[in-house]
Each structure stands twice: as structure tokens, then as C-alpha cells.
């Protein structure tokens, strides 16, 4: 990277020409084309322009290398049509989880390519034949964008500061914007900014966080995404601030910049599930689509996509009941009665189909991790969603779906994110993830028992879940392996066929939308199924945001019985969620509440209601809660969007 | 004997062979890279060849997945492209045109073509490179007058 040792500080950089200036030279690029001979050419004029060359000729290893080396590379340039993986995907892959500058190129120079290069975030195409002229500029595009993280976290931090959030939001939201995020993620997310406003307080000394010109390059591994997305999820998507955020995370040398930047990403990552997640399918796209980190954390949000995944996407409220109420009735004691009868049926379903052993629950590691609910809280988002809004059922369908990694699965109904299962997935494992997944019902039976396997959840979760299934250890993305998990869970759903088609939906997830997540099997636990869940648990938010609300309110006073603690944090969700959920399902702010949490409060938010019912249960809930470890009082989390608190990672 | 080769070079830019590409992948050969051209255009030959059969099989095969069939030739194009070899593009984007109208016939009759104009430069370039290799390398690093 950048070595501040060079003297190039944002500006230093390009105040240089490339001939007197040490910088560019050094430059770290990867440069990937699946035909040699233009890889040969490449390298030739990288190297003649004295940069530091690494070809490859297949998308999936760079990828497998930028993972690898998280910082070993400075930039990326990469060829539009490859066979083993759309150069776009591999755009946005790179975009997401490593945030490195890409420039496509290609010997198509249609307009319709370019543009689409620029709405992937490409920050440059170029047409071959490629002339080294071309090449000789690249690395403006590195400080550039060095100098726009810089400038963001310091932004955030500011704003933080002042305005409570006001200006932040839009700082963050022209961030957002150069991202590609689609417009009306930008409307949502403004609104969602808009609440934090209120909330933002302290951040009243990250100004001197701020004080170093260029912040080192941070790697987001998954266990510090983990932490981040727990952080966040804690105090609530939309009223997370990186100064509190850094303080929760309490990880020496990480600056508030640095969680600033991140927490940008995170957000656009869950705006864009939350984008996606409308339309069911894309429940899991969004999820991947996010910013890497929040891959990060799925594993834990496992529980919680699914029930974003079943809010957002189009899960029928009654299939994310199903779900949930298979999830949770499942394993044990799941099926309460209090479950909505479909959420039951799709719970139950859900449960059988979890592989004990396999799926998350592999409970050895993953207990806790659970994920499943990514951002909802199995257990808890149930309840809220039972009480009435669509939204939350679906959210909690997700939230089971979230295949719950069978701890985390709250598992009261909540399906387990599937996104969020990643984190779930990480311990268990691949195979286990995607059983967690398919057998949307949580598995969790198996592990404390049951109630956590909702998995159901809106196949998009499952989407999700696959891409954790394949690697989850690895934060690539979250959404990768969402894909793989929607397929399943879809069969799962299908089976069980409790949900009404809702649960099929995963299959909707396998909408190529998804394919981004595939890409990504390796999605970082924690990081990602943060984002999952996030993104699930807003998904249902937005699409019912005012039934939820009004659900939350409803059923949350209802579905209260299952614990008062959780009773009582769900209501603060719930209440929360309403207007989260309303404001953007982005599920960068509720979202992350969720998939964070989902562990046990279960305080799902938006799937709160559906969790609800579901967790009427009570044994689910000490279930849940067993496994989880987690205390179940944890009131804290002021709902953003998840009162998952505890999620376990 | 330099003079022998940077007349068949120059022929062959005259001739429509080669493009300015060429040129610039010459640039690139320096003392430590003194062979970089003709590397490249081993290892385009090589490739385009399978390319070729590729195209060929798909061909035989009388389906006509344009689809396909654009798909490699897109591939073939970019390297030609690369590479600087003209009159082989040339053949490339009319065949991709081609598909994209559906027309087989066109597809095929253009494909002999290609083949033909691929031949031939791989045989002339051999033959360049043969030479300059024999003249000694500073031949090659000069721009055809």
C-alpha cells in the first residue's frame, strides 16, 4: 500500500509527477485477463511503469489472493469478459470486501459496458489494446480514493459531533453515492440518517482520532468485523457512531477513522441489501452486495437474514411465520403454540431439515454462532413479528431462515438470517452452513434446541447461508455464501412448502442478484452475516416498515410473554424498528441491529413480531439462551433495528 | 542483414499486417526483455490456435450457438488486437457481426478467411523474428521508417 513513509500523504501523491516521485512507483497491482497473450502485454507495460505486477488469468484466484493479502495490493485491473467469473462480479467483490480501486477493460468499448463499469464502481475503464500510456496514470486512482476514506472518516467524525449525525448523513450518503448505491437507498438512507440524528451524541472527542493525515490501512478480518458489526448491532444501526463503535470494539490501534470508513461501507453494504432485499430474491444480494465487512458478521446474523431475508424479500408474512414457526418449533419445543400456525409450520419444517450435526449448529464452534440471526434475532425478532406486521414475520422468517446456526437462532422462530447465518456457518462449517440453510429449519435442535433452526426464512437468506456454507471462515463475503444457502434453503422451504412460496423465495435468491454472494463463498463470518442479517432483518423492515411498526407495537406487547427481558428489549426495538425499519430498510442501521444480535435477546426487531409469536416459547428462549450464553437481559441494544444483542460470533 | 529485417518489417506494416500495437509492444523490449515480442507472439499463436479450433469444432458442429461463437471470438479479437495484428481483426469483427445478425453462412465464409490471414502472419512473423533474431537485437527496437 501506500507507504506513508514515502512521503505521499493524500496530496503528497499527486503533487509528485510519476518521474520524480518515488510513488507510483512500487505501485501493487493485480492485474487479471484470462487471455495470456494480453497478460503477458500487461504485465510488460506494469512492470516497464515500474509498478509491482501479480498476474492471474482467473477471477476466482485473484480473488483467493486479494483474501489472502488483504493489503498486498494497491489496485486491480481486470478484463470485462473472463469464462470462470464475470468481470463485473469480481468488481464488486473487490469493491466490497477489500475496497481496492478497480479499473475494467476490455475490447468492447460500447457505451453500455462503460457504464455499467461505472455503475459497478469500476474507477476507470480502459479499451484494449491497452497502451502504457493508459497504465502510467492508474495510480491516481489509489490516492484518490485514500484521499475520499480519509476525507469520509473525518467527515463522520465531525458530524458526529455536531450535528448529531445530520451532516454525517450526508457526507456518508455522497459516500454512499459514489458507490453506485442505487438512488433510493439514498432516500432511505437519509431518512434513517435522520433518526440517528437525535441519537448521535458523544462522538464528542474523535476529533482527535482524526488527527493523522493518512490512516493506515486497516484489515477488516472477520473476527474484528465481528466485533465491529456486534458493536453496531449493540447500539443500533442507525445510532451507531465510530466513536462508540470503536470504544464497544476496544481493539488497540484501530482508529475511529478507520471504523468510520468501515461503518460507511457497512451501511451502504446493508442499504443495498435492503435496496435488494425488496424484491425478495435479492434478500441475499443485498446482503453480499454490502460492504465486506458485514459478511464479517454473518455468520452470527445467520439467524437474522433469513428473517430480513423473508421481511425484505417478498417472504409472505405467512411463510416467515412458517418458517419461524418451523424453526422454532422444530427442535424442541419450537412449535409453540403461540407461533402463528404458519410460522410454525414453517419452523417445523425448518428444523427437521437441519442437520444437526451439520448445520450451524455444529454447535461445537458455532453454537453461538448462531448467526443465524444476523441481524435478527431469532428468538426475538418472532415475537415482534407475530404480533402483527407482515414485516416482522418476514423479518423473522428470515431471521430463522437464518438457519441459525442453531444457537444463535433465538431460535424462537427467528429464522435465522440467513444472511446472517454466517457467522454461524463459519463454525460450522461449510457443509453445516448450508444445511443450516436448507434446512432453514433450525437446526439449532440440534444444538440447544431448535428453536433456532428457523432458518426458513426467506430464501434469501438461504441464499446467503450457501456462500457462508462454502467458507465461511473467510469474510469474503457474506453473500457468497448466501447464495448457496438460499438453494438450499429453498428446498427446505419448498418441503416444507409451509411457507406459502414465501420460503421459496430463496430460490429467488438464486436470482443473480445472489451470484455476487456465490462469488464470494467466503464470506467472512462475522463481518458478512452481520451485514446479512442486517440486511434481512431491514428487508422485511422496509417492506412493511409501517406494518411492522404497527405490528412491532402490537405484537410486541403480546409476544412479550416469552421473556420479559426479552419482552422488554424487543419493545424497544420494536419501537425502534418501527421507525427504523420505515426509514430505511437499508438495513444499514436496523439491519445491523439485527443480524448482530440476533443471538439472544432475540430482540429481532422487525422480525420481533414474528419472533414473537414464535417465542412464545419459552423454552425456545432459554434454549436460545443456553446456547447462546447470552444474557437475555440486554436491553441495550435500543433496537435500531435488531435487539439482537448477544450475537454470538 | 538489419536491413533485410526492417524491410520485411516494413512490409508487413504496409501490408496492413501489423498495426501500431506492434509498435508499441517493441517499445516494451528492452536489454533485460530482449525477446518480448516474439514471446508474445508465440504465445498469442499458441492460443489463438486453440481459439481456432474452438471456433472450428463449434462451427462443425452446424448448430450455430452465435452466442457462443461470438463469445470466442471475442476472445480472439482482444488478442489480435493486442498483439497488432491487423488484418486478423479485421476478419474477427466482421465474423462477430456475423453472428450478431445470425448469419451462418457469413460466419463460415468469414472464418476461412481468418484463418488464412492468421496463417499467413504467423508465417511471415516467423519469419520476421527469424531474422532479427539473426541480425541482432537491435534491429527489432526500431520503428519501421
Same mark, same amino acid.
Given at each position: *500500500?501506500?507507504?506513508?513513509?514515502?512521503?505521499?500523504?493524500?496530496?503528497?501523491?499527486?503533487?509528485?509527477?510519476?518521474? $520524480?516521485?518515488?510513488?507510483?512507483?512500487?505501485?501493487?497491482?493485480?492485474?487479471?485477463?484470462?487471455?495470456?497473450?494480453?497478460?503477458?502485454?500487461?504485465?510488460?507495460?506494469?512492470?516497464?511503469?515500474?509498478?509491482?505486477?501479480?498476474?492471474?488469468?482467473?477471477?476466482?484466484?485473484?480473488?483467493?489472493?486479494?483474501?489472502?493479502?488483504?493489503?498486498?495490493?494497491?489496485?486491480?485491473?481486470?478484463?470485462?469478459?473472463?469464462?470462470?467469473?464475470?468481470?463485473?462480479?469480481?468488481?464488486?467483490?473487490?469493491?466490497?470486501?477489500?475496497?481496492?480501486?478497480?479499473?475494467?477493460?476490455?475490447?468492447?468499448? $460500447?457505451?453500455?459496458?462503460?457504464?455499467?463499469?461505472?455503475?459497478?464502481?469500476?474507477?476507470?475503464?480502459?479499451?484494449?489494446?491497452?497502451?502504457?500510456?493508459?497504465?502510467?496514470?492508474?495510480?491516481?486512482?489509489?490516492?484518490?480514493?485514500?484521499?475520499?476514506?480519509?476525507?469520509?472518516? @473525518?467527515?463522520?467524525?465531525?458530524?458526529? %459531533?455536531?450535528?448529531?449525525?445530520? @451532516?454525517?448523513?450526508?457526507?456518508?450518503?455522497?459516500?454512499?453515492?459514489?458507490?453506485?448505491?442505487?438512488?433510493?437507498? @439514498?432516500?432511505?438512507?437519509?431518512?434513517?440518517?435522520?433518526?440517528? @440524528?437525535?441519537?448521535?451524541?458523544?462522538?464528542?472527542?474523535?476529533?482527535?482520532?482524526?488527527?493523522?493525515?493518512?490512516?493506515?490501512?486497516?484489515?477488516?478480518?472477520?473476527?474484528?468485523?465481528?466485533?465491529?458489526?456486534?458493536?453496531? &448491532?449493540?447500539?443500533?444501526?442507525?445510532?451507531?457512531?465510530?466513536?462508540?463503535?470503536?470504544?464497544?470494539?476496544?481493539?488497540?490501534?484501530?482508529?475511529?477513522?478507520?471504523?468510520?470508513?468501515?461503518?460507511?461501507?457497512?451501511?451502504?453494504?446493508?442499504?443495498?441489501?435492503?435496496?435488494?432485499?425488496?424484491?425478495?430474491?435479492?434478500?441475499?444480494?443485498?446482503?453480499?452486495?454490502?460492504?465486506?465487512?458485514?459478511?464479517?458478521?454473518?455468520?452470527?446474523?445467520?439467524?437474522?437474514?433469513?428473517?430480513?431475508?423473508?421481511?425484505?424479500?417478498?417472504?409472505?408474512?405467512?411463510?416467515?411465520?412458517?418458517?419461524?414457526?418451523?424453526?422454532?418449533?422444530?427442535?424442541?419445543?419450537?412449535?409453540?403454540?403461540?407461533?402463528?400456525?404458519?410460522?410454525?409450520?414453517?419452523?417445523?419444517?425448518?428444523?427437521?431439515?437441519?442437520?444437526?450435526?451439520?448445520?450451524?449448529?455444529?454447535?461445537?464452534?458455532?453454537?453461538?454462532?448462531?448467526?443465524?440471526?444476523?441481524?435478527?434475532?431469532?428468538? *426475538?425478532?418472532?415475537?415482534?413479528?407475530?404480533?402483527?406486521?407482515?414485516?416482522?414475520?418476514?423479518?423473522?422468517?428470515?431471521?430463522?431462515?437464518?438457519?441459525?446456526?442453531?444457537?444463535?437462532?433465538?431460535?424462537?422462530?427467528?429464522?435465522?438470517?440467513?444472511?446472517?447465518?454466517?457467522?454461524?456457518?463459519?463454525?460450522?462449517?461449510?457443509?453445516?452452513?448450508?444445511?443450516?440453510? $436448507?434446512?432453514?429449519?433450525?437446526?439449532?435442535?440440534?444444538?440447544?434446541?431448535?428453536?433456532?433452526?428457523?432458518?426458513?426464512?426467506?430464501?434469501?437468506?438461504?441464499?446467503?447461508?450457501?456462500?457462508?456454507?462454502?467458507?465461511?471462515?473467510?469474510?469474503?463475503?457474506?453473500?457468497?455464501?448466501?447464495?448457496?444457502?438460499?438453494?438450499?434453503?429453498?428446498?427446505?422451504?419448498?418441503?416444507?412448502?409451509?411457507?406459502?412460496?414465501?420460503?421459496?423465495?430463496?430460490?429467488?435468491?438464486?436470482?443473480?442478484?445472489?451470484?455476487?454472494?456465490?462469488?464470494?463463498?467466503?464470506?467472512?463470518?462475522?463481518?458478512?452475516?452481520?451485514?446479512?442479517?442486517?440486511?434481512?432483518?431491514?428487508?422485511?423492515?422496509?417492506?412493511?416498515?409501517?406494518?411492522?411498526?404497527?405490528?412491532?407495537?402490537?405484537?410486541?406487547?403480546?409476544?412479550?410473554?416469552?421473556?420479559?427481558?426479552?419482552?422488554?428489549?424487543?419493545?424497544?426495538?420494536?419501537?425502534?424498528?418501527? $421507525?427504523?425499519?420505515?426509514?430505511?430498510? &437499508?438495513?444499514?442501521?436496523?439491519?445491523?441491529?439485527?443480524? %448482530?444480535?440476533?443471538? %439472544?435477546?432475540?430482540?429481532?426487531?422487525?422480525?420481533?413480531?414474528?419472533?414473537?409469536?414464535?417465542?412464545?416459547? %419459552?423454552?425456545?428462549?432459554?434454549?436460545?439462551?443456553?446456547?447462546?450464553?447470552?444474557?437475555?437481559?440486554?436491553?441495550?441494544?435500543?433496537?435500531?433495528?435488531?435487539?439482537?444483542?448477544?450475537?454470538?460470533? | 542483414?538489419?536491413?533485410?529485417?526492417?524491410?520485411?518489417?516494413?512490409?508487413?506494416?504496409?501490408?496492413?499486417? /501489423?498495426?501500431?500495437?506492434?509498435?508499441?509492444?517493441?517499445?516494451?523490449?528492452?536489454?533485460?526483455?530482449?525477446?518480448?515480442?516474439?514471446?508474445?507472439?508465440?504465445?498469442?499463436?499458441?492460443?489463438?490456435?486453440?481459439?481456432?479450433?474452438?471456433?472450428?469444432?463449434?462451427?462443425?458442429?452446424?448448430?450455430?450457438?452465435?452466442?457462443?461463437?461470438?463469445?470466442?471470438? +471475442?476472445?480472439?479479437?482482444?488478442?489480435?488486437?493486442?498483439?497488432?495484428?491487423?488484418?486478423?481483426?479485421?476478419?474477427?469483427?466482421?465474423?462477430?457481426?456475423?453472428?450478431?445478425?445470425?448469419?451462418?453462412?457469413?460466419? /463460415?465464409?468469414?472464418?476461412?478467411?481468418?484463418?488464412?490471414? +492468421?496463417?499467413?502472419?504467423?508465417?511471415?512473423?516467423?519469419?520476421?523474428?527469424? /531474422?532479427?533474431?539473426?541480425?541482432?537485437?537491435?534491429?527489432?527496437?526500431?520503428?519501421?521508417?
Amino acid at each position: *500500500m501506500l507507504n506513508p513513509g514515502q512521503g505521499r500523504g493524500p496530496d503528497s501523491g499527486v503533487a509528485g509527477g510519476s518521474n $520524480s516521485d518515488p510513488f507510483p512507483a512500487g505501485l501493487r497491482v493485480l492485474v487479471v485477463d484470462d487471455d495470456p497473450t494480453c497478460l503477458m502485454i500487461l504485465e510488460r507495460m506494469l512492470r516497464t511503469c515500474l509498478y509491482r505486477v501479480t498476474k492471474c488469468n482467473r477471477a476466482e484466484i485473484a480473488l483467493s489472493l486479494l483474501r489472502k493479502n488483504k493489503n498486498g495490493f494497491d489496485i486491480v485491473i481486470s478484463d470485462v469478459h473472463m469464462p470462470d467469473m464475470d468481470g463485473f462480479k469480481l468488481l464488486e467483490h473487490v469493491g466490497l470486501e477489500m475496497d481496492l480501486p478497480v479499473i475494467m477493460m476490455s475490447a468492447d468499448d $460500447s457505451k453500455a459496458v462503460v457504464l455499467k463499469g461505472v455503475t459497478h464502481g469500476a474507477v476507470d475503464y480502459l479499451i484494449k489494446p491497452v497502451r502504457i500510456e493508459a497504465l502510467k496514470n492508474i495510480w491516481q486512482h489509489v490516492v484518490r480514493k485514500k484521499r475520499n476514506e480519509w476525507n469520509v472518516s @473525518e467527515h463522520s467524525g465531525s458530524v458526529e %459531533e455536531n450535528t448529531g449525525g445530520g @451532516e454525517r448523513q450526508q457526507q456518508q450518503r455522497d459516500d454512499a453515492d459514489n458507490n453506485s448505491s442505487s438512488a433510493n437507498n @439514498e432516500g432511505s438512507w437519509r431518512s434513517s440518517r435522520k433518526r440517528k @440524528e437525535g441519537e448521535v451524541d458523544e462522538q464528542g472527542d474523535d476529533k482527535e482520532d482524526t488527527s493523522s493525515l493518512k490512516k493506515p490501512r486497516v484489515v477488516w478480518s472477520v473476527e474484528l468485523h465481528q466485533q465491529f458489526v456486534a458493536a453496531v &448491532n449493540q447500539l443500533g444501526v442507525d445510532k451507531a457512531v465510530p466513536k462508540k463503535i470503536l470504544e464497544m470494539m476496544n481493539v488497540p490501534g484501530l482508529t475511529r477513522e478507520n471504523v468510520a470508513s468501515h461503518l460507511q461501507k457497512y451501511r451502504i453494504y446493508l442499504r443495498r441489501l435492503g435496496g435488494v432485499s425488496q424484491h425478495q430474491g435479492n434478500m441475499n444480494h443485498s446482503f453480499m452486495t454490502g460492504p465486506d465487512p458485514s459478511f464479517g458478521p454473518l455468520s452470527s446474523l445467520n439467524g437474522f437474514d433469513l428473517q430480513a431475508l423473508a421481511a425484505a424479500g417478498q417472504l409472505p408474512a405467512q411463510s416467515l411465520a412458517q418458517l419461524q414457526a418451523a424453526g422454532l418449533g422444530r427442535p424442541s419445543s419450537l412449535n409453540k403454540p403461540g407461533m402463528s400456525v404458519d410460522q410454525r409450520s414453517i419452523f417445523s419444517f425448518e428444523n427437521p431439515k437441519l442437520r444437526n450435526g451439520q448445520m450451524m449448529m455444529n454447535s461445537s464452534g458455532g453454537n453461538k454462532q448462531v448467526n443465524l440471526l444476523h441481524g435478527v434475532p431469532m428468538g *426475538m425478532e418472532p415475537r415482534q413479528f407475530a404480533g402483527g406486521g407482515h414485516m416482522r414475520v418476514q423479518q423473522q422468517q428470515i431471521c430463522g431462515g437464518g438457519r441459525v446456526t442453531g444457537q444463535n437462532v433465538q431460535s424462537s422462530g427467528m429464522m435465522m438470517p440467513v444472511g446472517g447465518g454466517t457467522s454461524v456457518l463459519p463454525s460450522l462449517g461449510q457443509q453445516q452452513q448450508q444445511m443450516m440453510l $436448507s434446512s432453514s429449519v433450525p437446526r439449532r435442535s440440534d444444538l440447544t434446541d431448535t428453536s433456532s433452526n428457523r432458518v426458513l426464512p426467506a430464501a434469501t437468506h438461504s441464499v446467503v447461508f450457501n456462500n457462508f456454507n462454502s467458507e465461511l471462515p473467510r469474510n469474503s463475503f457474506p453473500l457468497a455464501s448466501a447464495p448457496g444457502i438460499s438453494v438450499s434453503y429453498q428446498e427446505e422451504v419448498n418441503s416444507s412448502d409451509a411457507k406459502g412460496g414465501a420460503v421459496i423465495t430463496t430460490a429467488g435468491f438464486d436470482n443473480p442478484s445472489y451470484d455476487i454472494f456465490n462469488d464470494y463463498p467466503q464470506h467472512n463470518n462475522n463481518n458478512d452475516w452481520d451485514l446479512q442479517n442486517i440486511g434481512m432483518v431491514f428487508n422485511s423492515h422496509q417492506d412493511t416498515t409501517t406494518a411492522a411498526s404497527a405490528a412491532f407495537s402490537s405484537s410486541s406487547s403480546t409476544q412479550r410473554k416469552r421473556q420479559e427481558v426479552v419482552a422488554e428489549q424487543v419493545q424497544n426495538h420494536h419501537q425502534q424498528l418501527p $421507525s427504523q425499519s420505515l426509514n430505511h430498510m &437499508n438495513g444499514s442501521g436496523s439491519v445491523r441491529v439485527k443480524s %448482530e444480535r440476533v443471538a %439472544e435477546t432475540v430482540t429481532c426487531p422487525p422480525a420481533t413480531t414474528l419472533f414473537q409469536e414464535q417465542y412464545n416459547q %419459552e423454552d425456545l428462549m432459554s434454549a436460545l439462551l443456553k446456547q447462546e450464553g447470552l444474557p437475555l437481559v440486554d436491553n441495550e441494544f435500543d433496537f435500531d433495528g435488531y435487539s439482537i444483542d448477544n450475537i454470538p460470533v | 542483414m538489419q536491413r533485410q529485417v526492417a524491410l520485411i518489417k516494413q512490409s508487413l506494416f504496409d501490408q496492413g499486417y /501489423l498495426d501500431e500495437q506492434f509498435v508499441e509492444l517493441e517499445e516494451l523490449q528492452d536489454d533485460a526483455n530482449p525477446n518480448f515480442v516474439e514471446e508474445v507472439a508465440t504465445l498469442y499463436f499458441k492460443d489463438s490456435a486453440r481459439l481456432i479450433s474452438n471456433i472450428e469444432q463449434a462451427l462443425e458442429r452446424g448448430s450455430f450457438d452465435f452466442n457462443r461463437l461470438d463469445n470466442y471470438m +471475442h476472445q480472439f479479437k482482444g488478442s489480435s488486437t493486442s498483439i497488432g495484428a491487423s488484418k486478423v481483426k479485421t476478419e474477427c469483427t466482421m465474423f462477430r457481426e456475423y453472428c450478431r445478425v445470425g448469419n451462418a453462412e457469413g460466419c /463460415l465464409r468469414t472464418f476461412k478467411q481468418l484463418k488464412k490471414e +492468421h496463417a499467413t502472419l504467423r508465417k511471415k512473423l516467423e519469419q520476421y523474428f527469424q /531474422l532479427a533474431r539473426q541480425a541482432g537485437p537491435k534491429e527489432t527496437a526500431r520503428r519501421p521508417k
